[in-house]
């Protein structure tokens, strides 16, 4: 029987918001969360927004790692204003209920890079400050230690000696910060990182890792190191006395993407609370459209292909509210671009909510003063202002969460049915059994692309690049091309991923290859260095790498092919990125053979 998340209880939770730990001390009523699920508990956590580049903004320049006595400095670093009491009622009356707050404790408020790991209390007291302002809004609060000038590079050293030290502090961090918060009731949750797990414990950090080169750990071994540090941290904060021993935990997933900790080598920690572990993972698909820094070039979203992408990556995290432990989206979104909104912005967060309550999930926007504006208090304006206005947790009192969740999956299938098949006019029809050649391409700054990945995409592209690709019908020889005179800047500025694709290619021509007889830069033919194979990922999709720096070549020989058989000086990177006419592509064109290889 699922919890009826109740009038009664919203209502306590709004009347005694304001407890903090002094108040605690002198003897009020809390609000008691504690016969609550971790499940349970997040219902109750409504949407989210983070409090972004605050507490979290470090300063990258010379003086890295200085901490000086004034907390403002940092929190006004990366261009946002001091925090007010005023600011965080804003955001409750907007619609969110749960603030996360992401802090810079090691680079802002030690001496790590010289062995000490204490906190300085100037900045302990402003963190604890602004959790005060937001726990008397009304707001839940999450705490976390956020990528922080990339000390977590330090767990994946050469040095013993470092990688000692690494758990120490980290511990030691949140011993301080477990012990400062030992009375604040169940509303404030403590996350164990935000994306530093796993995928950056190789980081070299100029200010950490001084004594050492990083240690390039096996993804086994950062799977493994990322299960050890998170059982740290919940063993860590249990010991610390207080409301800690039963405190909600948010446990980072590994890299907080979602196939990573979707992934069997990533555990959750055992916990001598019952039903109180949370697990995080972040949300921006497709990157090219939620994280471009230009407007005119984020790739077009909205086609129902994308709605239905969004659903089926989200619902693998129903992995463990099947388990029981509650799930947050620690972040999300479009990510606006020079103060503005790209196309179908509000469309996006209405159905990444949707399907949040559809598959019963908590998530916090992502926000640097871009959707909800600081200095005046509001949402950008009434369409997103609209989208979050009726998504609060007391709009949803009374209600169960089947109803919320039927509520949720009716709302997502409409607007998913009234969504275009595409977004694109193609030169031929595209079906599921299509078989098409084209070029996936990503610039070097990830600001310029075109349908990256095994799935033929034509509708995800940049604005303004022309795309020339063909229906394949058999073994010939094909061209394909991009232009990207039309785009913004008018041209692409070398390459961080580039592949000739052919969607369906191993179901209908298995034992065929790709053999490129030319590429032309700009018009003028160039070299390639070294010769390119055919390979596939996903049992679908052929592929024949341009550049790919990512794949390790000794064991991809045992998966490649080429037309003639001899695998003598096959590349993932025939492109040559060095090649002067690389930082200005106006068109890239290439010729290739396809046929049986022998």
Same mark, same amino acid.
């Given at each position: ?84 009491? =005023? ?10 209920? &749960? ?30 400050? /602004? ?5 008397? @809004? ?9 990528? *922080? ?9 050469? &040095? #013993? ?15 301080? /910060? ?23 414990? !190789?980081?070299?950090?100029?200010? $950490? ?11 086994? =071994? ?50 001598? @609370? ?47 509210? #099947? ?5 947050? +989206? ?6 606006? #671009? ?15 909510? !949707? ?46 969460? !089947? ?33 098409? @050649? ?30 020339? !690709? ?10 394909? #091309?991009? *232009? ?24 209908? $021509? ?5 053999? /490129? ?8 033919? /160039? ?42 000086? +096959? ?18 064109? +290439? ?8």
């Amino acid at each position: 029987m699922r919890r009826m998340i109740s009038f009664l209880m919203i209502l306590i939770l709004l009347t005694t918001a304001g407890l903090s730990a002094a108040a605690a001390e002198g003897g009020a009523a809390q609000v008691d969360l504690n016969g609550l699920t971790a499940i349970e508990m997040t219902r109750l956590m409504g949407n989210g927004i983070n409090l972004g580049n605050t507490m979290e903004a470090c300063n990258n320049g010379a003086s890295f790692g200085n901490v000086t006595d004034d907390p403002s400095y940092y929190e006004t670093l990366w261009g946002q204003p001091v925090t007010t009491a =005023e600011m965080l009622q804003g955001m409750k009356e907007a619609g969110f209920d &749960t603030l996360r707050l992401p802090v810079a404790w090691m680079t802002n408020a030690t001496h790590l890079n010289q062995g000490d790991y204490t906190i300085s209390e100037a900045y302990m007291a402003r963190v604890q400050e /602004i959790v005060d302002m937001a726990l008397d @809004a009304g707001l839940f609060v999450i705490v976390n230690d956020h990528w *922080d000038g990339g000390w977590w590079g330090m767990f994946g050293s050469d &040095t #013993a000696e470092t990688r000692k030290l690494a758990m120490e502090a980290y511990t030691g961090m949140w011993k301080q /910060i477990a012990e400062r918060f030992a009375a604040y009731d169940a509303r404030l949750i403590f996350e164990s990182a935000n994306e530093e797990l796993g995928a950056r414990f !190789d980081e070299n950090s100029p200010l $950490y890792c001084q004594d050492s080169v990083a240690h390039w750990l096996s993804d086994s =071994e950062r799977y493994a190191l990322t299960n050890e540090v998170n059982q740290a941290f919940v063993n860590t904060v249990r010991a610390c006395g207080g409301e800690n021993g039963n405190r909600f935990l948010l446990i980072a997933g590994y890299g907080t993407n979602i196939d990573s900790t979707f992934d069997s080598r990533f555990s959750m920690p055992e916990d001598t @609370a019952k039903n109180r572990l949370m697990v995080s993972v972040h949300y921006y698909d497709p990157w090219s459209y939620c994280g471009a820094e230009s407007v005119k070039g984020a790739t077009l979203w909205g086609k129902k292909k994308d709605f239905e992408q969004m659903l089926m990556t989200l619902s693998k995290m129903k992995k463990f509210t #099947a388990s029981g432990y509650g799930v947050v +989206i620690g972040e999300y979104g479009a990510l606006p #671009a020079g103060g503005e909104l790209k196309q179908n912005t509000a469309a996006y967060h209405q159905a990444f909510l !949707d399907c949040c309550d559809a598959l019963d999930f908590t998530s916090c926007l992502w926000d640097t003063s871009g959707l909800y504006l600081r200095k005046e208090c509001r949402m950008v304006n009434d369409e997103i202002a609209a989208v979050y206005a009726g998504r609060n947790a007391a709009s949803e009192s009374g209600k169960t969460y !089947d109803e919320v969740a039927d509520s949720g999956m009716k709302s997502f299938e409409a607007v998913k049915e009234a969504a275009p098949e595409s977004l694109v006019e193609t030169a031929f029809e595209v079906t599921d059994d299509t078989v098409a @050649a084209w070029i996936m391409f990503s610039e070097g700054s990830w600001a310029i692309s075109y349908s990256v990945g095994d799935t033929y995409a034509p509708d995800s592209i940049t604005p303004g690049v022309k795309a020339t !690709d063909v229906e394949v019908t058999g073994a010939g020889t094909y061209t394909v #091309a991009l *232009d990207f005179t039309g785009t913004e800047k008018g041209f692409a500025e070398n390459t961080a991923f580039c592949a000739i694709g052919i969607a369906n290619g191993e179901t209908v $021509y298995p034992d065929y290859s790709i053999n /490129i007889t030319e590429i032309r830069l700009n018009g003028e033919p /160039i070299r390639m260095k070294g010769r390119n194979y055919t390979c596939s990922d996903d049992g679908k999709c052929t592929r024949s790498n341009l550049y790919n720096e990512w794949v390790n070549m000794a064991g991809e020989r045992d998966r490649a092919r080429v037309m003639h058989g001899d695998l003598t000086g +096959i590349s993932a990177t025939v492109l040559d990125r060095n090649l002067p006419q690389m930082n200005r592509i106006e068109t890239l064109e +290439i010729t290739f053979q396809y046929g049986p290889h022998k």
